[in-house]
Every structure is written in C-alpha cells, then in structure tokens.
C-alpha cells in the first residue's frame, strides 16, 4: 500500500504544479494587457501559494492551492505620450507581469510535475513487477 500512497502523494503535486503552469500562462498571456479607458488599471499579476495538508487515511502530508492571490507591486510605467490610455505626463501603466520571472516560475513547475510524474511511473511499475512475481 505504501506504492499507492505514494502515488497520490505524488498526483498531489502534479495537480498544484499543474494549476501552477496555468496561473503562470495567464499572467505571461496577459504580459501586454491595459486597462480599457484611461485611468483603468491594467493586468495584475496572480501569484500562487501552496499549502501542506495532512491526509489522516495515508498518513502523508499533500500539497493543496492555499491561494491564487494579486501581485500588489507597482504597474510598470512606459512612456507613449500618443497611446490613448497615457495620463497627463504621457505614461501608459502597464501590467506588473516579468516575463523572466515567470518563465522562471514555468520551468520550475514543469520540472516538479516531471519529478512527480516519475515517481508515479516508478510505483506503477514496483506495482507490476510485484503482481508479476506473485503470479510465478
């Protein structure tokens, strides 16, 4: 039974990795986004947190989504005096999105979903191998 805890210990994981890569595809899909009419703020990056929660019926701690939350950094301005959206000293605010940092954040979350991945395709074949034995 160890074998299966482990593999949903390990499913856990993939699904917070997995609701991270979405979080991090949002804010990189909404990098250029403004507001609509001048004085709108624009995109505001979303932040993921993760949470350790005690499963009593596999004795094992699993990774939840604790929270999808706002990034309160400040907009990143750009000087364009002729853009609509520009305030009165010609700057556009623009989303607090660091493509770097969520790139970033997008190979660290493919990495851990592989990791997680791997030790699911590692029981699987424990598994098999023992039922293999069982049957000789």
């Known amino acids: 039974m160890d074998l299966v805890n482990a ?39 979303k932040t993921i947190t993760f949470d350790n929660v005690l499963d009593r019926n596999l004795n094992a701690d699993l990774v939840k989504v604790a929270k999808i939350g706002r990034d309160t950094s400040d907009f990143n301005t750009v000087y364009e005096p002729h853009h609509p959206l520009a305030d009165d000293n010609g700057y556009v605010k623009m989303p607090n999105v660091n493509s770097l940092v969520e790139l970033t954040d997008m190979r660290e979350a493919e990495r ?19 039922i293999d034995l069982l049957r000789a």
């Open 7 to 45: 593999i949903k210990i390990s499913a856990s994981g993939m699904r917070a990795q997995g609701t991270r890569l979405r979080v991090v595809a949002e804010n990189v899909a909404n990098a250029e986004s403004v507001g609509n009419n001048p004085g709108d703020s624009p995109y505001r990056r």
């Open 112 to 130: 851990s979903y592989e990791a997680n991945l791997s030790v699911i395709e590692s029981s699987k074949s424990l598994i098999q191998r023992t």
